[in-house]
């Protein structure tokens, strides 16, 4: 059977045991479509991406990686899901968007938006020593059986640049810290970078998150490059406050 997705499936559960209330989370680097993948093509991966995504029945999907055209694949195959997220490179289409997907019956928009991981946030750009445009995708949502706000953060740090890596954790603590305590906070992506790294920590400590899910598999391997890469270390993960 070929390999159905690249890099990172999550399957993971956030509770909030005071309000007895979960979401199903699914975080995924689809990786970009890139034809010198054969036979682990989109094309090739695409029906088994889309159906097994289907069957997660997830509340809400974080997705690195989707160029435009993966993004029309990924709307039509998840019908009852709106999605938010722009492309890096231009802030419209071009380059790797990072959506967020949510199911429409449960959650109401509120706001959604982008930031560049740079010095100049707000506008596309490269950040320090990233080798490529980096963001952070943050959408407002409620839950329209608890109204709940729930702020959804999504990010693909960059893969290159540790200074970057670094800031890239300040910036989006500080996102974190002009969110409303009392808001549920789900942050999640590709860092690149392992659980004990410098900037994962700083993330961590700085926002009080907790990783969701069982500890173990953040000591697991996450990037496998279709079975052809032991990296040996976890890079993509699921924080909540």
């Known amino acids: 059977m070929r390999f159905a997705v690249c890099f990172i499936i999550l399957f993971l559960g956030l509770q909030s045991l005071a309000q007895n209330k979960s979401y199903k989370i699914v975080d995924l680097n689809i990786r970009y479509n890139n034809p010198n993948d054969i036979p682990n093509d989109w094309n090739s991966r695409k029906m088994g991406t889309l159906q097994w995504l289907k069957k997660q029945k997830a509340d809400f999907y974080f997705f690195q990686e989707v160029l435009s055209e993966q993004l029309t694949d990924l709307q039509s195959g998840l019908q009852l899901f709106e999605s938010y997220g722009i492309g890096r490179e231009d802030g419209k289409t071009k380059g790797e968007f990072s959506p967020i997907f949510y199911n429409s019956e449960k959650f109401q928009f509120i706001s959604g938006e982008t930031l560049w991981l ?26 329209k059986n608890s109204h709940d706000t729930l702020d959804l953060v999504n990010t693909h740090w960059d893969h290159i640049g540790r200074e970057a890596q670094m800031h890239s954790a300040e ?15 789900i942050c999640g992506g590709d860092f690149n970078t392992d659980i004990h790294s410098t900037p994962i ?10 990783p969701s899910g069982d500890l173990s598999i953040w000591e697991t391997n996450s990037y496998h490059g279709f079975g052809k890469v032991d990296s040996g270390k976890c890079i993509d993960f699921i924080f909540y406050n």
């Not at 920590?201 to 907790?210: K, Y």
């Open 118 to 143: 740079s010095e100049t946030p707000q506008h596309p750009s490269k950040g320090w020593d990233a080798a490529c445009e980096r963001i952070i995708t943050h959408l407002i949502l409620c839950d």
């Open 201 to 210: 920590q700083f993330l961590i400590t700085s926002n009080e998150l907790a």
């Open 171 to 185: 910036q989006m603590t500080q996102l974190i810290r002009s969110i409303p305590q009392h808001h549920r906070l």
